[in-house]
């Protein structure tokens, strides 16, 4: 029988259970896809500890919590099995890169057919597993910011998964990069087209000795009373600061918010159009998908206790 991970109870990842379940039927316009790969996200293990915040009514599908018990697994690759009868262009056997969807911690999962792109096939399972949750929100956090050529912004959270897609991205665009992260994880940095610093007390001193110019934007992907007081501090204009994540102090400064609760922008229509971008990129090699460790499906729960650590730079991914 087929397999997939729920939470059975809120808590830590030990309520993690493989259970077996029907193979899915596709809906007249969706697909049933073979998963071959399935991103570990953050998100995943908010929505079951309960720390995840409040969530428009809007959203509540997008983010895995329609239902009882939250859906874990918001991104996937793998093989079309099956296509509903209102859905042209995809075939049995097609390789698909999949998001939107929910319940991706599984051998199988259902999805509307504008959730699958192509696989390009240079891109490794892993990789095409992981991509789309991690850019999108990469996309969207320096949009929000408003970085583009000629400027100098500081990245929070450099060496994590949508911290080193952020980086690429930047560098792309012609911005110059500075990132926060452990010195374990600078040369990996480095590699990435950023000037690493380490986070910590001093942190906007030693910010100041790399960029006298200054900074011109900063986007946020720790959540820290540090990473916001340093952001302020250093950028003059706080509409020029994006975080996704951090506490409530963040709703009185001025900057932009992301994420589905009250106030924030999810950014739905930005993050669809930049998925075929994101996807061409990373098969061309342009833009890397970092995987730092893959584990059986099995091993949910520890892929999840390593995530929570955060000592892994880039990705982890689930293989069933």
């Not at 079951?48 to 991104?75: Q, R, T, W």
């Not at 509409?239 to 900057?255: D, K, N, V």
């Not at 833009?287 to 929570?308: C, M, N, Y």
Request: glycine share 12%; with cysteine.
């Amino acid at each position: 029988m087929p397999r997939i991970v729920r939470p059975t109870a809120y808590g830590t990842p030990d309520v993690l259970a493989v259970t077996e379940t029907p193979i899915p039927r596709a809906a007249a316009d969706g697909v049933v896809v073979e998963v071959r790969a399935a991103g570990v996200n953050p998100i995943d293990w908010k929505l079951y500890s309960g720390a995840f915040h409040d969530v428009d009514d809007d959203h509540k599908d997008a983010a895995g919590i329609a239902a009882s018990m939250p859906a874990i697994g918001l991104e996937c690759a793998g093989v079309v099995t099956e296509v509903g009868p209102e859905v042209t262009g995809v075939q049995v056997g097609d390789e698909v890169v999949v998001y939107p969807v929910t319940a991706a911690y599984a051998d199988y999962v259902t999805a509307p057919a504008t959730s699958i792109i192509s696989k390009p096939a240079g891109l490794g399972w892993a990789e095409a597993g992981s991509l789309i949750l991690t850019g999108t929100t990469a996309v969207h956090a320096l949009h929000a910011a408003g970085v583009g050529e000629g400027d100098t912004v500081l990245v929070h959270g450099g060496s994590g998964g949508v911290g080193l897609m952020a980086v690429q991205l930047a560098a792309a665009q012609g911005a110059t990069v500075i990132a926060t992260a452990a010195e374990r994880n600078h040369a990996l940095l480095r590699e990435l087209g950023a000037v690493p610093v380490v986070y910590g007390p001093g942190l906007a001193d030693r910010v100041r000795a790399v960029v006298p110019q200054g900074v011109t934007a900063a986007v946020d992907f720790a959540g820290t009373d540090e990473a916001l007081d340093v952001s302020l501090e250093l950028v003059a204009d706080p509409a020029r600061i994006s975080s996704i994540t951090g506490g409530s102090r963040r709703a009185e400064t001025g900057i932009k918010r992301l994420g589905y609760g009250p106030g924030e922008d999810a950014g739905a229509e930005l993050r669809d159009a930049a998925r075929g971008d994101l996807v061409e990129r990373a098969g061309s090699g342009s833009l890397r998908v970092i995987v730092d460790s893959t584990f059986p499906l099995a091993e949910a729960s520890k892929a999840h206790e390593v995530g929570i650590a955060g000592h892994a730079p880039g990705k982890l991914v689930l293989i069933p």
